[in-house]
């Protein structure tokens, strides 16, 4: 699993953990399940305080996006949590914005967009044998 923390935005570094292992959740690279790194192996990879590391594990546990098992570690919570696909939701929606922002930017109508995108989406099924 790889986090990159950025003391430099101004976020709380327990924050950009929970994004981060929230984004993996919501995107399918971490599954239910699965364990987390222990606390303070990924406090010494990150270089960061143990307790920065807990306390985003025990936000992401409050949300239902993990569970702690006493004396096993963190694991992502079994099943779609509704978490995971608001944040699916949230993810796609940033990236539709950005979308619409570029093709506004160079005068491309959203019909025109949309057919794009169906073109794409057939070419990658396509590719991959669906």
Request: hydrophobic share 40%; glycine share 6%.
């Amino acid at each position: 699993m790889q986090l990159r923390i950025s003391d430099q935005d101004g976020v709380p570094i327990y924050v950009q953990l929970m994004n981060q292992i929230k984004y993996l959740v919501a995107s399918g690279r971490l599954k239910a399940g699965e364990q987390l790194p222990p606390v303070r192996k990924l406090a010494e990879q990150l270089l960061v305080n143990p307790n920065t590391v807990a306390r985003a594990y025990r936000e992401l546990e409050s949300e239902g996006l993990v569970i702690s098992r006493q004396g096993s570690g963190v694991f992502v919570s079994d099943g779609v949590s509704p978490l995971a696909r608001r944040e699916q939701q949230r993810l796609l929606l940033e990236r539709i914005d950005m979308l619409l922002t570029e093709a506004r930017q160079m005068k491309v109508d959203v019909e025109s967009l949309i057919g794009l995108v169906r073109q794409r989406s057939a070419s990658f099924d396509a590719s991959n044998g669906r």
